[in-house]
Nanobody
Framework: QVQLVESGGGLVQAGGSLRLSCVAS????????MGWYRQAPGKQRELVAA???????NYADYVKGRFTISRDSAKNTVYLRMNSLEPEDTAVYFC???????????????WGKGTLVTVSS
């Protein structure tokens, strides 16, 4: 079982920056991709950014050039650096990973409980 705990959310003014962190704990055979999703009030959860085990990244168009995802596999941690924040970035940000519990299990997705980011205008 993999537990994900996010931190770093908060209130920031438009144009400001935040860095989110997500630490994985528990037991697993291997963690594959890790990523960040967000869900704004009344909207569906959407991908923000993802990173593979070898560092290949994927970003939603609306955050390209503003957000940077990184990963420290030794610390089982994924980060999201968010610059030039806009009020439209206000949402609950969820950490996600794809992992196998053991050699013979199927990989599955795990989710954190989320951290709220509020950007004021």
């Amino acid at each position: 079982q993999v537990q994900l705990v996010e931190s770093g959310g908060g209130l920031v003014q438009a144009g400001g920056s935040l860095r989110l962190s997500c630490v994985a704990s528990g037991s697993w055979f291997s963690i594959y991709a890790m990523g960040w999703y967000r869900q704004a009030p009344g909207k569906q959860r959407e991908l923000v950014a993802a990173i593979s085990t070898v560092g290949t990244t994927n970003y939603a168009d609306y955050v390209k050039g503003r957000f940077t995802i990184s990963r420290d596999s030794a610390k089982n941690t994924v980060y999201l650096r968010m610059n030039s924040l806009e009020p439209e970035d206000t949402a609950v940000y969820f950490c996600n990973c794809n992992a196998k519990r053991n050699l013979f299990s199927n990989a599955m997705d795990y989710w954190g409980k989320g951290t709220l980011v509020t950007v004021s205008s």
